[in-house]
């Protein structure tokens, strides 16, 4: 893989790309946490048949924090944040594969670009605006409140690290370090942002996007109301269900890989063979 920081106009962001010399396929990770959480696609089968791109969003591993935070830390400026970077890499055509907060910013990216042949979003619930669709959308959890929270005790970032990344997943440091490192005011500013409905009603967006949309999440889920995402009308969906790895947590592609990275490549030729 190579690293390297592109410019865009809410900041240096720090992006890791594969060696593969196919279609382009964007990985977005989740709040405070950072793109080596895609090593195993990036450095697996994917990462070598496909031209795999993982960025850190602002505020997030190796980019620096944003200049202006109101601005860069919602889903619209992460979304412009993310189109810049594929812009810069010159990626005519890509999939977007996006994790949680991720998710939510490829359904952000969605109305805004022409060029995106497929997303894939996993731990992601497609809400509506507003306190009570984001209250249909999320399971109350202990460690939920952490999304928005801007200071962290030593206590609490152990506790989201561990809860996001799977009980059952593997641990190690940097999964730490990640949440560690954010700027804590890109957990505010988001979260402030998106119940105040900033950016665009996402069950809108996917129940009309003709875009291939795959939704994968874990039955365990700590976070997600897997029935409620089962419950949206998408415009697209691809293979026609909401898949689901029994027993996995909120991390499917970190806990599971093997049976994450087999369901990715079949979207991933599926949406690049009817281009």
């Not at 619209?76 to 949680?100: C, D, F, H, N, T």
Request: glycine share 10%.
């Amino acid at each position: 893989m190579t690293d390297q920081m592109v410019a865009t106009s809410h900041g240096q962001i720090a992006v890791a790309e594969s060696g593969g010399s196919g279609p382009a396929v964007l990985f977005i990770h989740g709040n405070s946490s950072c793109k080596e959480v895609f090593r195993n696609q990036m450095e697996g089968a994917i990462g070598q048949a496909y031209r795999c791109i993982a960025m850190d969003l602002p505020g997030h591993g190796n980019s620096p924090d944003a200049a202006e935070p109101t601005r860069s830390y919602t889903m619209p400026g992460y979304a412009e944040a993310a189109l810049e970077v594929m812009q810069a890499k010159g990626a005519e055509r890509y999939a977007i594969v996006g994790w949680s907060l991720g998710g939510h910013i490829g359904i952000e990216m969605l109305p805004r670009a022409q060029n995106i042949a497929g997303l894939l979003i996993t731990g992601t619930p497609p809400v509506s605006k507003g306190e009570e669709s984001v209250a249909a959308g999320f399971l109350p959890s202990e460690h939920m409140g952490l999304a928005g929270q801007e200071v962290f005790s030593e206590a609490d970032a152990d506790a989201y690290a561990h809860a996001t990344c799977g009980i059952n997943a593997p641990f190690e440091p940097f999964l730490l370090d990640a949440v560690r490192r954010t700027d804590g005011r890109a957990r505010r500013c988001m979260f402030e942002a998106f119940l105040a409905g900033q950016g665009n009603d996402q069950r809108d967006v996917v129940e009309s996007s003709k875009v291939p949309l795959a939704v994968a999440n874990g039955g365990a889920e700590p976070f997600v109301n897997n029935d409620y995402c089962r419950s949206v009308d998408y415009a697209n969906l691809w293979d026609g269900q909401v898949h689901t790895f029994e027993g996995v947590g909120h991390a499917p592609f970190w806990e599971t890989p093997a049976a994450f990275d087999a369901l990715l490549q079949r979207f991933l030729k599926d949406i690049f063979a009817s281009a």
